[in-house]
């Protein structure tokens, strides 16, 4: 079992940038794939970013291609989403989320991940 603890998140003018750390505890982070998620008010969780077990591969929503960025560090069992340039429309409750993920396609899935976060809310500021 792996325990998820995401924080890091507030309120943000746009424009401006907050860094999400997401924490592992119970087992070794390092044999899961990792992703972000994100769910606003009135609408479904959305796939933001993901970074592969060993972190060589990342992946990315359009939305937020070159403005966000995933790393991890399996020393620190943690995973960050760095997030610059921020909108209106990236408020929402940020999720981080682990799985054994097989194939490329599955990283931008929420099905493909088996432990969740409690999540952080996030808000932009016009």
């Known amino acids: 079992q792996v325990q998820l603890v995401e924080s890091g998140g507030g309120l943000v003018q746009a424009g401006g940038s907050l860094r999400l750390p997401c924490a592992a505890s119970g087992r070794t982070f390092s044999p899961y794939a990792v992703g972000w998620f994100r769910q606003a008010p009135g609408k479904e969780r959305e796939f933001v970013a993901a970074v592969s077990r060993t972190g060589t591969y990342t992946y990315y929503a359009d939305s937020v291609k070159g403005r966000f960025t995933i790393s991890r560090d399996n020393a620190k069992n943690t995973v960050y989403l760095q997030m610059n340039s921020l909108k209106p429309e990236d408020t929402a409750v940020y999720f981080c989320?682990?799985?054994?993920?097989?194939?490329?396609?599955?990283?931008?899935?929420?099905?493909?991940?088996?432990?969740w976060g409690q999540g952080t809310q996030v808000t932009v500021s016009s």
């Open positions: 989320a682990a799985g054994v993920v097989q194939s490329v396609n599955l990283y931008y899935t929420v099905g493909a991940y088996d432990y």
